[in-house]
């Protein structure tokens, strides 16, 4: 199973979104952003270069607080 099929969305779909979640973490003042499904699923993932983090543990993190 191709990654995003499960929730509708294609490779074509992810190549839009993944610049366009670049960008609000640059230009805004934002330090990192996750993109998730309310099933919990991760979409997208961004963080300024100076942060070492895990964009499976930042998604799950999310995910987690969209639950509670």
Do not use: H, R
């Amino acid at each position: 199973m191709e990654f995003g099929t499960d929730l509708g969305i294609g490779p074509n779909e992810i190549e839009k979104i993944s610049p366009q979640i670049t960008f609000i973490t640059s230009n805004a003042d934002i330090e990192a952003i996750a993109l998730v499904s309310l099933e919990g699923y991760q979409i997208a993932f961004s963080a300024l270069p100076q942060y070492q983090v895990d964009g499976d543990q930042f998604c799950g993190l999310a995910s987690a607080l969209l639950m509670t």
